[in-house]
């Protein structure tokens, strides 16, 4: 069973651009999160997607957005970035997304902004 | 305003020794506790988990505890292995809609298990 697919590895952007991040979640599983992993925050919650709707958004500015396809497959975007948005950029998925139920990671984009 | 907190930032342990890795949290409506494992470059593996209606719960090498009235939990790894060597994140989960898909992670613990 194939696990949770990210979409670049790595990614280097200037600052100003925007950019895009894909997340394909294990078959069968419906919800998607995704996360910001930096050195001084560590792991923060962006927003979660089931069924193609966000049921869930974490404190970080109008400039982070995703969306979810009827394949359950997510995307999320950056705009205007900024030196700070430099991070491990992170997808979870499971099956409902409702407590207690385990959430899988994948391996992550690293995005650089310069 | 961390409400999952990891207080050791590192744990050093011989190979064949107990672990123990500490979290407490502060909210009391979280009502699912997990703990994942990372290795640098990959995302969290997921490891053990505990309701809030549970004290313990037990995975091979891996036992969770959960004290609800300290707000308190901490994973054994008992043996530990050097394969052991990783960061340990220990995450809640809350109840109700503003919780979906949404885990509150700690600082994360590395973990070095020396041979």
């Known amino acids: 069973k194939a696990g949770v697919t990210q979409t670049p590895r790595y990614l280097i952007k200037t600052r100003g651009q925007q950019v895009t991040l894909s997340c394909s979640p294990i078959s069968g599983h419906r919800s998607v999160s995704w996360y910001q992993q930096t050195p001084g925050q560590g792991l923060q919650f962006l927003f979660e997607y089931f069924s193609e709707t966000q049921r869930n958004k974490g404190n970080f500015p109008g400039r982070f957005s995703g969306r979810q396809f009827s394949n359950s497959r997510s995307e999320m975007n950056v705009s205007t970035l900024e030196l700070g948005d430099s991070a491990l950029y992170l997808c979870?998925?499971?099956?409902?997304?409702?407590?207690?139920?385990?959430?899988?990671f994948g391996q992550g984009t690293r995005l650089t902004v310069v | 305003d961390q409400q999952v907190k990891q207080n050791s930032p590192s744990l050093s342990v011989q190979e064949g020794r107990i672990s123990i890795l500490n979290c407490d949290y502060t909210?009391?409506?979280?009502?699912?506790f997990l703990w994942y494992k990372k290795y640098p470059a990959e995302g969290p593996t997921f490891l053990i988990s505990?309701?809030?209606?549970?004290d313990k719960n037990e995975d091979g090498r891996f036992t969770v505890f959960l004290n609800k009235s300290a707000k308190h939990l901490s994973l054994h790894i008992v043996p530990s292995q050097p394969g052991d060597s990783a960061v340990y994140f220990c995450a809640a989960e809350g109840t109700g809609g503003t919780s979906y898909g949404k885990l509150t992670f700690g600082q994360g613990t590395i973990l070095t298990v020396h041979p």
């Open positions: 909210n009391s409506m979280f009502d699912y």
């Open positions: 979870a998925s499971s099956r409902q997304g409702a407590v207690g139920t385990e959430a899988f």
């Open positions: 505990i309701s809030s209606i549970k």
